[in-house]
């Protein structure tokens, strides 16, 4: 059974900051990849930042420059820091991973999503 666990949301003003952070536990073999989706309301949900299972980090275009996305592999933790927050940033981040789990002697690559956390930038 694989958690992922969302912190950090809230209320901030425009050209504020916020962090949030996202832990993975239960059985997990290895992270192939771990980032964050957001989805305001009447929209899709889109990428926001994502280390990729090649190694490298995507950024949405929308967040260049302002959001920075880094890890601790040892705590199975990704953080989004982000700053300089617009209105527009105001959504419903997720958190999501592809893991690997070995049941009963079979491994199996799956993504998971955690609940999500409500991000409002306003003053």
């Known amino acids: 059974q694989v958690q992922l666990v969302e912190s950090g949301g809230g209320l901030v003003q425009p050209g504020g900051s916020l962090r949030l952070s996202c832990a993975a536990s239960g059985s997990i073999l290895s992270i192939n990849a771990m980032g964050w989706y957001r989805q305001a309301p009447g929209k899709q949900r889109e990428l926001v930042a994502t280390f990729t299972s090649g190694g490298s980090t995507n950024y949405a275009d929308s967040v260049k420059g302002r959001f920075t996305l880094s890890r601790d592999n040892a705590k199975n933790t990704v953080y989004l820091q982000m700053n300089s927050l617009k209105p527009e940033d105001t959504a419903v981040y997720y958190c999501?991973?592809?893991?690997?789990?070995?049941?009963?002697?079979?491994?199996?690559?799956?993504?998971?999503w955690g609940q999500g956390t409500q991000v409002t930038v306003s003053s």
């Open positions: 999501t991973a592809a893991i690997w789990t070995q049941t009963m002697g079979i491994m199996t690559n799956d993504d998971y």
